[in-house]
Protein backbone atom coordinates (compact mmCIF):
# COMPACT_ATOMS: atom_id res chain seq x y z
CA UNK A 1 0.00 0.00 0.00
CA UNK A 2 1.02 3.55 -0.67
CA UNK A 3 1.97 4.62 2.71
CA UNK A 4 -0.14 8.06 3.55
CA UNK A 5 3.36 9.62 4.48
CA UNK A 6 4.33 9.81 1.02
CA UNK A 7 1.24 11.28 -0.57
CA UNK A 8 1.62 13.91 2.26
CA UNK A 9 4.93 14.93 0.55
CA UNK A 10 3.55 14.23 -2.81
CA UNK A 11 0.69 16.99 -2.26
CA UNK A 12 3.34 19.29 -0.77
CA UNK A 13 5.44 18.70 -3.66
CA UNK A 14 2.47 19.60 -5.61
CA UNK A 15 1.46 22.63 -3.98
CA UNK A 16 5.24 24.01 -3.87
CA UNK A 17 5.29 22.92 -7.76
CA UNK A 18 1.77 24.99 -8.15
CA UNK A 19 2.98 27.98 -6.22
CA UNK A 20 6.00 28.28 -8.78
CA UNK A 21 4.18 27.73 -11.33
CA UNK A 22 1.99 30.62 -10.88
CA UNK A 23 4.68 32.80 -9.79
CA UNK A 24 6.69 32.47 -12.83
CA UNK A 25 4.02 32.94 -14.73
CA UNK A 26 2.82 36.55 -13.36
CA UNK A 27 6.83 36.99 -13.59
CA UNK A 28 6.65 36.38 -17.48
CA UNK A 29 3.90 37.37 -18.45
CA UNK A 30 3.60 41.01 -16.99
CA UNK A 31 0.97 42.95 -17.03
CA UNK A 32 -0.52 45.31 -19.86
CA UNK A 33 1.47 47.45 -22.39
CA UNK A 34 2.48 50.47 -20.59
CA UNK A 35 3.24 54.08 -22.55
CA UNK A 36 0.16 53.66 -24.89
CA UNK A 37 -1.96 56.12 -23.32
CA UNK A 38 -0.02 58.27 -21.36
CA UNK A 39 -2.84 60.93 -22.70
CA UNK A 40 -6.55 60.23 -22.48
CA UNK A 41 -7.21 58.21 -25.98
CA UNK A 42 -8.77 59.84 -28.70
CA UNK A 43 -10.22 58.67 -31.35
CA UNK A 44 -14.23 57.18 -32.89
CA UNK A 45 -16.35 54.82 -32.20
CA UNK A 46 -19.21 53.01 -34.34
CA UNK A 47 -21.95 52.56 -31.37
CA UNK A 48 -23.67 55.78 -30.63
CA UNK A 49 -24.50 56.68 -34.02
CA UNK A 50 -25.29 53.42 -35.97
CA UNK A 51 -25.45 50.42 -33.24
CA UNK A 52 -25.60 47.23 -35.38
CA UNK A 53 -25.21 49.00 -38.47
CA UNK A 54 -21.49 48.91 -38.84
CA UNK A 55 -19.80 47.44 -42.55
CA UNK A 56 -16.37 48.01 -43.99
CA UNK A 57 -17.44 50.44 -46.41
CA UNK A 58 -18.67 52.93 -43.26
CA UNK A 59 -15.53 52.27 -41.28
CA UNK A 60 -13.38 53.15 -44.39
CA UNK A 61 -15.26 56.55 -45.28
CA UNK A 62 -14.83 57.48 -41.40
CA UNK A 63 -11.16 56.67 -41.73
CA UNK A 64 -11.13 59.24 -45.26
CA UNK A 65 -13.64 61.25 -43.13
CA UNK A 66 -11.39 61.88 -40.08
CA UNK A 67 -8.44 62.77 -42.22
CA UNK A 68 -10.29 65.16 -44.54
CA UNK A 69 -12.15 66.88 -41.41
CA UNK A 70 -9.09 68.05 -40.08
CA UNK A 71 -9.94 65.78 -36.94
CA UNK A 72 -6.86 63.24 -37.27
CA UNK A 73 -4.66 66.90 -37.60
CA UNK A 74 -6.87 67.66 -34.20
CA UNK A 75 -5.33 64.28 -32.38
CA UNK A 76 -8.27 61.87 -33.05
CA UNK A 77 -6.33 58.67 -33.98
CA UNK A 78 -8.30 55.54 -33.48
CA UNK A 79 -11.00 54.30 -35.43
CA UNK A 80 -12.76 51.61 -33.57
CA UNK A 81 -15.58 49.12 -34.48
CA UNK A 82 -18.02 48.57 -32.19
CA UNK A 83 -20.28 45.66 -31.57
CA UNK A 84 -21.71 43.45 -34.50
CA UNK A 85 -19.00 43.17 -36.62
CA UNK A 86 -18.57 39.51 -35.19
CA UNK A 87 -20.65 36.62 -36.83
CA UNK A 88 -19.50 33.20 -35.57
CA UNK A 89 -16.61 30.63 -34.66
CA UNK A 90 -14.95 28.62 -37.25
CA UNK A 91 -14.34 25.04 -36.78
CA UNK A 92 -11.34 25.32 -34.89
CA UNK A 93 -12.61 28.23 -32.72
CA UNK A 94 -11.46 31.52 -34.34
CA UNK A 95 -13.47 34.49 -34.51
CA UNK A 96 -15.30 35.17 -37.81
CA UNK A 97 -16.16 38.54 -39.33
CA UNK A 98 -19.89 38.98 -41.20
CA UNK A 99 -18.70 38.58 -44.42
CA UNK A 100 -21.48 40.09 -45.76
CA UNK A 101 -20.53 43.74 -44.19
CA UNK A 102 -16.89 43.22 -44.16
CA UNK A 103 -16.26 41.18 -47.18
CA UNK A 104 -12.75 41.92 -47.54
CA UNK A 105 -11.90 40.73 -44.03
CA UNK A 106 -10.90 42.48 -41.11
CA UNK A 107 -7.28 42.65 -41.45
CA UNK A 108 -7.76 44.66 -45.27
CA UNK A 109 -9.75 47.08 -43.15
CA UNK A 110 -6.75 47.12 -40.57
CA UNK A 111 -4.44 47.37 -43.26
CA UNK A 112 -6.37 50.57 -45.09
CA UNK A 113 -7.23 52.29 -42.02
CA UNK A 114 -3.26 51.96 -41.02
CA UNK A 115 -2.18 53.60 -44.32
CA UNK A 116 -4.24 56.60 -43.24
CA UNK A 117 -2.09 57.14 -40.50
CA UNK A 118 -4.60 56.22 -37.86
CA UNK A 119 -4.75 53.33 -35.72
CA UNK A 120 -7.60 50.38 -35.50
CA UNK A 121 -10.12 49.50 -33.10
CA UNK A 122 -12.33 46.29 -32.12
CA UNK A 123 -14.51 45.26 -29.58
CA UNK A 124 -15.42 41.94 -27.54
CA UNK A 125 -17.04 41.02 -24.68
CA UNK A 126 -16.15 39.27 -21.51
CA UNK A 127 -19.10 37.07 -21.81
CA UNK A 128 -20.27 34.39 -23.83
CA UNK A 129 -21.78 37.05 -25.89
CA UNK A 130 -21.75 40.58 -26.62
CA UNK A 131 -24.41 42.85 -25.57
CA UNK A 132 -25.72 42.52 -29.27
CA UNK A 133 -25.67 38.56 -28.95
CA UNK A 134 -22.74 38.41 -31.37
CA UNK A 135 -20.15 35.53 -29.56
CA UNK A 136 -18.26 36.44 -26.98
CA UNK A 137 -14.72 36.29 -25.70
CA UNK A 138 -15.38 34.19 -22.35
CA UNK A 139 -13.19 30.52 -22.88
CA UNK A 140 -11.46 32.20 -26.24
CA UNK A 141 -9.47 34.59 -24.79
CA UNK A 142 -5.63 34.02 -25.56
CA UNK A 143 -7.00 32.47 -29.14
CA UNK A 144 -9.46 36.12 -29.75
CA UNK A 145 -6.34 38.37 -28.70
CA UNK A 146 -3.72 36.25 -31.00
CA UNK A 147 -6.28 36.79 -34.25
CA UNK A 148 -6.44 40.52 -33.29
CA UNK A 149 -2.46 40.81 -33.21
CA UNK A 150 -2.29 38.97 -36.29
CA UNK A 151 -5.16 41.26 -37.72
CA UNK A 152 -3.23 44.28 -36.64
CA UNK A 153 -5.63 45.32 -33.78
CA UNK A 154 -4.61 48.50 -31.57
CA UNK A 155 -7.71 49.51 -29.25
CA UNK A 156 -9.71 46.62 -28.07
CA UNK A 157 -12.87 47.50 -25.58
CA UNK A 158 -13.98 45.03 -23.67
CA UNK A 159 -17.89 44.90 -22.95
CA UNK A 160 -19.28 42.59 -19.67
CA UNK A 161 -22.96 41.33 -20.94
CA UNK A 162 -23.79 37.78 -21.00
CA UNK A 163 -20.88 37.43 -17.77
CA UNK A 164 -23.08 35.58 -15.01
CA UNK A 165 -20.52 33.42 -12.10
CA UNK A 166 -17.70 35.57 -13.77
CA UNK A 167 -15.52 37.32 -11.84
CA UNK A 168 -14.63 41.11 -13.19
CA UNK A 169 -11.14 41.75 -11.97
CA UNK A 170 -10.67 38.09 -13.02
CA UNK A 171 -12.26 38.19 -16.00
CA UNK A 172 -10.39 41.50 -17.80
CA UNK A 173 -7.18 40.13 -15.92
CA UNK A 174 -7.77 36.96 -18.19
CA UNK A 175 -8.05 39.30 -21.61
CA UNK A 176 -4.97 41.39 -20.39
CA UNK A 177 -2.54 38.62 -20.11
CA UNK A 178 -3.53 37.63 -22.70
CA UNK A 179 -3.11 40.24 -25.29
CA UNK A 180 0.14 40.27 -23.21
CA UNK A 181 0.79 36.82 -24.45
CA UNK A 182 0.18 37.97 -28.22
CA UNK A 183 2.56 39.88 -28.21
CA UNK A 184 1.24 43.44 -30.25
CA UNK A 185 0.73 46.27 -28.05
CA UNK A 186 -3.31 47.12 -27.99
CA UNK A 187 -4.64 49.80 -25.44
CA UNK A 188 -7.17 47.85 -23.28
CA UNK A 189 -10.65 49.52 -23.05
CA UNK A 190 -12.63 47.89 -19.87
CA UNK A 191 -16.31 48.31 -20.28
CA UNK A 192 -17.82 47.41 -17.00
CA UNK A 193 -20.15 50.15 -16.42
CA UNK A 194 -18.21 50.87 -13.06
CA UNK A 195 -20.25 47.67 -11.42
CA UNK A 196 -17.26 46.15 -9.96
CA UNK A 197 -15.47 49.60 -9.02
CA UNK A 198 -12.37 49.19 -11.70
CA UNK A 199 -10.84 52.20 -10.63
CA UNK A 200 -9.50 50.53 -7.58
CA UNK A 201 -8.05 47.27 -9.67
CA UNK A 202 -7.71 47.56 -12.85
CA UNK A 203 -4.90 50.14 -13.07
CA UNK A 204 -2.85 47.31 -13.97
CA UNK A 205 -4.73 45.61 -16.44
CA UNK A 206 -6.05 48.33 -18.50
CA UNK A 207 -5.51 51.46 -19.52
CA UNK A 208 -9.19 53.08 -19.20
CA UNK A 209 -12.24 52.14 -17.92
CA UNK A 210 -16.13 52.70 -17.94
CA UNK A 211 -17.00 54.63 -14.64
CA UNK A 212 -20.89 54.24 -15.85
CA UNK A 213 -23.78 52.54 -18.03
CA UNK A 214 -24.22 53.81 -21.35
CA UNK A 215 -24.40 57.67 -22.35
CA UNK A 216 -28.12 58.84 -24.19
CA UNK A 217 -27.83 61.30 -26.59
CA UNK A 218 -29.35 64.04 -24.64
CA UNK A 219 -27.80 66.64 -21.78
CA UNK A 220 -29.97 66.28 -19.02
CA UNK A 221 -31.97 63.12 -19.05
CA UNK A 222 -32.75 59.71 -17.60
CA UNK A 223 -33.85 57.44 -20.63
CA UNK A 224 -35.37 53.73 -19.84
CA UNK A 225 -34.17 50.74 -22.12
CA UNK A 226 -36.62 48.28 -19.61
CA UNK A 227 -34.25 46.36 -18.08
CA UNK A 228 -31.44 48.99 -18.07
CA UNK A 229 -31.03 52.81 -17.83
CA UNK A 230 -28.76 55.04 -20.21
CA UNK A 231 -27.74 58.66 -18.69
CA UNK A 232 -27.62 61.96 -19.95
CA UNK A 233 -24.33 64.15 -20.11
CA UNK A 234 -25.15 65.44 -16.96
CA UNK A 235 -26.16 62.34 -15.34
CA UNK A 236 -22.91 60.65 -16.14
CA UNK A 237 -20.66 63.81 -15.25
CA UNK A 238 -22.26 63.73 -11.56
CA UNK A 239 -21.61 59.96 -11.29
CA UNK A 240 -17.68 61.13 -11.91
CA UNK A 241 -17.68 62.29 -8.13
CA UNK A 242 -15.07 60.85 -6.17
CA UNK A 243 -13.45 59.34 -9.06
CA UNK A 244 -10.50 61.85 -10.08
CA UNK A 245 -7.99 60.60 -7.51
CA UNK A 246 -7.87 56.95 -9.58
CA UNK A 247 -7.15 59.46 -13.25
CA UNK A 248 -3.41 59.94 -14.73
CA UNK A 249 -1.22 58.92 -17.36
CA UNK A 250 -2.17 55.36 -18.49
CA UNK A 251 -5.26 55.12 -16.29
CA UNK A 252 -7.90 56.84 -17.05
CA UNK A 253 -11.72 56.54 -16.11
CA UNK A 254 -14.03 56.67 -19.28
CA UNK A 255 -17.18 58.66 -18.99
CA UNK A 256 -18.21 56.99 -22.20
CA UNK A 257 -18.50 58.11 -25.37
CA UNK A 258 -19.49 61.27 -26.70
CA UNK A 259 -22.89 61.99 -28.44
CA UNK A 260 -21.52 65.49 -30.00
CA UNK A 261 -23.30 65.84 -33.63
CA UNK A 262 -25.71 63.70 -32.78
CA UNK A 263 -28.63 66.06 -32.77
CA UNK A 264 -28.12 68.03 -29.57
CA UNK A 265 -27.76 72.00 -30.29
CA UNK A 266 -24.53 73.52 -30.80
CA UNK A 267 -24.70 74.76 -27.01
CA UNK A 268 -25.42 71.27 -25.27
CA UNK A 269 -22.59 70.10 -27.28
CA UNK A 270 -20.54 72.20 -26.10
CA UNK A 271 -20.87 72.08 -22.59
CA UNK A 272 -20.75 68.31 -23.07
CA UNK A 273 -17.16 68.29 -25.28
CA UNK A 274 -15.76 70.51 -22.64
CA UNK A 275 -16.81 68.75 -19.64
CA UNK A 276 -15.65 65.31 -21.13
CA UNK A 277 -11.74 67.64 -21.61
CA UNK A 278 -12.51 68.87 -17.77
CA UNK A 279 -12.36 65.00 -16.64
CA UNK A 280 -9.56 64.20 -19.11
CA UNK A 281 -11.73 61.43 -20.12
CA UNK A 282 -11.25 59.79 -23.25
CA UNK A 283 -12.23 61.39 -26.68
CA UNK A 284 -14.47 59.11 -28.74
CA UNK A 285 -16.40 61.00 -30.86
CA UNK A 286 -19.34 59.00 -32.11
CA UNK A 287 -21.15 60.92 -35.04
CA UNK A 288 -21.09 60.22 -38.09
CA UNK A 289 -17.89 62.23 -39.44
CA UNK A 290 -19.09 61.87 -43.15
CA UNK A 291 -21.61 64.13 -42.56
CA UNK A 292 -21.23 66.60 -39.98
CA UNK A 293 -21.99 70.22 -39.79
CA UNK A 294 -19.19 72.62 -39.16
CA UNK A 295 -21.01 74.15 -35.81
CA UNK A 296 -20.07 70.28 -34.96
CA UNK A 297 -16.63 69.75 -35.99
CA UNK A 298 -15.40 73.47 -34.55
CA UNK A 299 -16.46 71.76 -31.26
CA UNK A 300 -15.07 68.08 -31.96
CA UNK A 301 -11.85 69.99 -33.48
CA UNK A 302 -11.19 73.11 -31.25
CA UNK A 303 -7.26 71.86 -30.62
CA UNK A 304 -7.33 74.22 -27.71
CA UNK A 305 -10.05 72.65 -25.90
CA UNK A 306 -8.64 69.44 -27.17
CA UNK A 307 -5.35 70.49 -25.18
CA UNK A 308 -6.97 71.22 -21.71
CA UNK A 309 -8.13 67.27 -22.18
CA UNK A 310 -4.82 66.30 -23.32
CA UNK A 311 -2.59 68.30 -21.06
CA UNK A 312 0.77 65.84 -20.14
CA UNK A 313 -0.38 66.29 -16.25
CA UNK A 314 -3.08 64.25 -16.61
CA UNK A 315 -4.73 65.43 -13.69
CA UNK A 316 -8.72 65.30 -14.06
CA UNK A 317 -11.11 68.59 -13.15
CA UNK A 318 -12.73 68.78 -9.67
CA UNK A 319 -16.34 70.75 -9.14
CA UNK A 320 -15.12 73.76 -7.13
CA UNK A 321 -18.05 75.31 -6.64
CA UNK A 322 -21.73 75.59 -7.54
CA UNK A 323 -24.17 78.57 -7.05
CA UNK A 324 -27.74 78.00 -8.48
CA UNK A 325 -27.45 76.45 -12.18
CA UNK A 326 -24.28 77.48 -12.65
CA UNK A 327 -20.68 74.97 -11.50
CA UNK A 328 -17.57 76.22 -11.46
CA UNK A 329 -14.73 73.45 -12.59
CA UNK A 330 -10.80 74.20 -12.38
CA UNK A 331 -8.28 71.37 -13.93
CA UNK A 332 -4.37 72.00 -13.48
CA UNK A 333 -2.36 71.60 -16.15
CA UNK A 334 1.26 71.66 -16.96
CA UNK A 335 3.46 74.46 -16.94
CA UNK A 336 1.35 76.04 -13.86
CA UNK A 337 -1.61 76.50 -16.42
CA UNK A 338 -5.36 76.44 -15.36
CA UNK A 339 -8.08 75.55 -17.15
CA UNK A 340 -11.63 76.92 -15.63
CA UNK A 341 -15.33 76.25 -16.72
CA UNK A 342 -18.47 78.21 -15.76
CA UNK A 343 -20.89 75.71 -16.74
CA UNK A 344 -24.35 76.70 -16.86
CA UNK A 345 -26.85 73.34 -16.04
CA UNK A 346 -29.99 75.14 -16.23
CA UNK A 347 -31.88 76.48 -19.37
CA UNK A 348 -31.63 80.40 -18.57
CA UNK A 349 -28.66 82.21 -19.05
CA UNK A 350 -26.88 83.59 -16.36
CA UNK A 351 -24.96 86.30 -15.35
CA UNK A 352 -21.55 85.23 -13.08
CA UNK A 353 -19.26 87.87 -11.94
CA UNK A 354 -15.84 86.90 -11.79
CA UNK A 355 -13.93 89.08 -9.00
CA UNK A 356 -9.81 88.33 -9.77
CA UNK A 357 -8.44 90.23 -7.13
CA UNK A 358 -9.70 87.56 -4.55
CA UNK A 359 -10.03 84.29 -6.43
CA UNK A 360 -7.52 81.91 -5.44
CA UNK A 361 -8.23 77.85 -5.15
CA UNK A 362 -6.51 74.94 -4.38
CA UNK A 363 -6.87 71.57 -5.90
CA UNK A 364 -7.75 69.65 -2.84
CA UNK A 365 -5.90 66.57 -3.85
CA UNK A 366 -2.48 68.73 -4.68
CA UNK A 367 -1.79 71.13 -2.27
CA UNK A 368 1.48 72.41 -4.09
CA UNK A 369 -1.32 73.39 -7.25
CA UNK A 370 -2.77 77.08 -6.49
CA UNK A 371 -4.59 79.82 -8.67
CA UNK A 372 -4.35 82.97 -7.71
CA UNK A 373 -4.96 85.36 -10.02
CA UNK A 374 -4.76 88.33 -7.58
CA UNK A 375 -1.61 90.28 -8.98
CA UNK A 376 -2.61 89.82 -12.30
CA UNK A 377 0.38 87.34 -12.76
CA UNK A 378 -2.25 85.25 -15.82
CA UNK A 379 -3.25 86.32 -19.22
CA UNK A 380 -6.87 84.74 -19.37
CA UNK A 381 -8.38 83.77 -22.96
CA UNK A 382 -11.98 82.13 -23.34
CA UNK A 383 -11.19 79.00 -25.66
CA UNK A 384 -14.57 78.92 -27.45
CA UNK A 385 -14.76 82.91 -28.24
CA UNK A 386 -10.49 82.93 -28.88
CA UNK A 387 -10.39 86.27 -27.01
CA UNK A 388 -7.99 87.34 -24.41
CA UNK A 389 -9.66 88.68 -21.37
CA UNK A 390 -8.83 92.34 -21.04
CA UNK A 391 -9.16 94.80 -17.91
CA UNK A 392 -9.58 98.33 -17.43
CA UNK A 393 -7.05 100.16 -15.04
CA UNK A 394 -9.42 99.97 -12.00
CA UNK A 395 -11.44 97.45 -12.84
CA UNK A 396 -10.54 93.57 -12.21
CA UNK A 397 -13.12 91.97 -13.09
CA UNK A 398 -15.17 89.90 -15.64
CA UNK A 399 -19.12 90.34 -15.81
CA UNK A 400 -19.55 87.00 -18.29
CA UNK A 401 -23.43 85.82 -19.84
CA UNK A 402 -23.37 81.70 -19.43
CA UNK A 403 -26.19 81.20 -22.22
CA UNK A 404 -28.60 78.04 -20.94
CA UNK A 405 -26.74 74.57 -21.02
CA UNK A 406 -23.40 76.11 -22.16
CA UNK A 407 -20.07 77.36 -20.61
CA UNK A 408 -17.46 79.72 -20.90
CA UNK A 409 -14.01 77.71 -20.55
CA UNK A 410 -10.78 80.06 -19.91
CA UNK A 411 -7.59 78.98 -19.71
CA UNK A 412 -5.17 80.84 -17.27
CA UNK A 413 -1.28 81.01 -18.37
CA UNK A 414 1.40 82.25 -16.15
CA UNK A 415 3.17 85.65 -17.40
CA UNK A 416 6.63 85.36 -17.76
C1 LIG B 1 -22.82 48.01 -24.11
C2 LIG B 1 -21.73 49.08 -24.06
C3 LIG B 1 -21.91 50.04 -25.22
C4 LIG B 1 -21.85 49.26 -26.54
C5 LIG B 1 -22.89 48.16 -26.54
C6 LIG B 1 -22.72 47.23 -27.74
O1 LIG B 1 -24.08 48.59 -23.89
O2 LIG B 1 -21.74 49.75 -22.84
O3 LIG B 1 -20.92 51.04 -25.19
O4 LIG B 1 -20.56 48.74 -26.72
O5 LIG B 1 -22.81 47.36 -25.37
O6 LIG B 1 -23.66 46.21 -27.76
Not at 17 to 40: D, H, M, N, R
Not at 90 to 100: M, N, Q, T
Not at 138 to 154: F, H, I, P, S
Not at 299 to 311: H, S
Amino acid sequence: MYPIINLLKDMKNRNVLLIGLLVLSTLTIAQKFEGLAPTPPMGWNSWNKFACDVSETLIKETADAMVASGLKDAGYEYIVIDDCWQIGRDSLGFIVADPERFPSGIKALADYIHSKGLKFGIYSCAGDQTCGGRPGSRGYEYQDALMYAKWGVDYLKYDWCFTEHLNAQGAYTTMSKAIRQAGRPIVFSLCEWGDNKPWLWAQEVGHLWRTTGDIHNCYDCVYSHGTWTAWGAMQILDKQDGLRQYAGPGTWNDPDMLQVGNGMPNNEERAHFTMWAMLAAPLMAGNDLRDMSQETLNVLGNKEVIAVNQDSLGIQGFRHEVKDSIETWLKPLSNGKWALTLLNRGKINKTVTMNWDDFSVTDPLHADRTLSTAGKGYSINNLWTKEELKFKRKSYQTVFTVPGRDVVLLQFTPKR
